[in-house]
């Protein structure tokens, strides 16, 4: 605005020096006080020098009168130089200059306006902002971490004794639900298997899986250092395919794969494993009947591109961040009936983000679920 402001200021000074020849006309002139209200002290605070041009393009008169900075030779120069622009305004170094075309005369008048204290004014304003800026986001800043000792660490205290209170809750639950399984395995052989019996085992084997799901994603959240080891993960996809193989053909379902080989990965082989075979029980569990289920390895510049596709019934096209939300089930497309806390792909995505990658779920005709997860090579 400052700038917008020099210039028009400027602009119209160099009209007024425009319509009088290259002068200020008189303060007490008729006309001057009608048609160029400019305050009355302009023609003394103005510095200016005026250069025309003949028609051949030849220079006329040089005025510099007006102006010590600048000698003859140098009005020259600047003129020349402005009038082969072949623009009608702009600024000069610090001089606002205006081109004007005078029909009665058949000459060319370039004026030229010093403009060197506004525009240090300007620049210095621009200075000190910046400066005064700085100051005050520092200042909020020391305030803001000054200020989250004593208003976000009982927030962050509260959320990690929620996550330990999580792995130790998680730890001491496998206790009793062993003593109860090993219980379970005495009163089957003393009295044999039945209905209940398995019943309970099959819970048993629920809360296990549940447990040890809990613990893996609250360590991941705890960002623990993990293992970081070269590893073929061609292999130990083909490998992680296998026992899924025939859990496929006894429901009905076609699994097939396509895997490039010799790709290699840096990380824990160990979390890798587990999030292909969250990955693959996921798509198995959730395929209809006589449905099929790709997988895919693929190296793509510096990414390493790991999907798994499925059939699916009832989706809603397009992403689905959500799928990773924990205990997220939704009943439109993954049938209640079917076994799971929704806490697998909570699992999944945590340990894709420990190793540094991204994941994400979509379904792209509402008929086909797609979940990939892409690591850097």
């Keep these: ?6 210039t028009s200021d400027a602009d119209n000074i160099l009209t007024v020096l425009n319509q009088y020849g290259g002068k200020f006309p008189k303060y ?3 006309e001057r006080k009608f048609r160029n209200p400019l305050s009355p002290e302009t023609p003394y605070q103005s510095r200016y020098f005026t250069v ?3 028609s051949d393009g030849s220079v006329g008169f040089i005025d510099t009168g007006k102006v010590v900075a600048i000698d003859t030779e140098s009005a020259q120069e600047y003129a020349i130089k402005v009038y082969e622009s072949g623009t009608n305004n702009g600024f000069y170094d610090v001089y606002r200059y205006g081109k004007f075309y005078n029909e009665e005369e ?14 240090s004014n300007l620049y210095s304003s621009i200075i000190f902002s910046v400066i005064l800026s700085l100051i005050g986001i520092f200042s909020v800043l020391i305030l803001v971490i000054i200020s989250s000792k004593f208003y976000l660490k009982p927030v962050y205290d509260s959320y990690k004794k929620q996550k330990q209170f999580i792995t130790d809750a998680g730890h001491e639950i496998k206790t009793p639900l062993a003593i109860i399984d090993a219980n379970l ?3 089957e052989m003393e009295n044999g298997e039945s209905e209940w019996t398995g019943s309970i085992r099959n819970q048993i084997q629920r809360l296990t899986s549940l447990t040890s799901d809990l613990i893996t994603l609250s360590k991941m959240e705890e960002n623990d250092k993990i ?3 070269k590893f073929s993960l061609s292999n130990i996809v083909c490998e992680a395919i296998d026992p899924f193989i025939i859990p496929a053909v006894t429901h009905k379902k076609n699994l097939d794969y396509d895997v490039d080989a010799n790709i290699e990965l840096c990380g824990d082989e160990k979390a890798i494993r587990r999030l292909i075979n969250i990955l693959l029980d996921n798509a198995i569990k959730y395929t209809p009947e006589n449905g099929s289920i790709f997988v895919s390895l693929k190296k793509q510049d510096k990414n390493i591109i790991l999907s798994v596709k499925n059939d699916a019934e009832n989706l809603k096209i397009g992403d689905m961040p959500y799928i990773f939300d924990r205990f997220y089930r939704e009943d ?4 209640s009936s079917v076994k799971g806390y929704g806490i697998g792909l909570s699992v999944a995505k945590a340990i894709v983000d420990s190793h540094k990658g991204k994941i994400s779920a979509k379904s792209p005709d509402g008929k086909t679920f797609v979940i990939t997860a892409v690591f850097n090579a």
């Design 106 to 119: 058949d000459m060319t008048l370039i004026i030229f306006l010093d403009c060197s204290k506004e525009l």
């Design 28 to 30: 007490n002139s008729p």
């Design 185 to 187: 395995e005495l009163i």
């Design 52 to 54: 025309s041009f003949n």
């Design 227 to 229: 293992i970081m080891e």
């Design 332 to 335: 439109k497309s993954r049938n």
């Design 1 to 6: 605005m400052n700038y917008n402001k020099i």
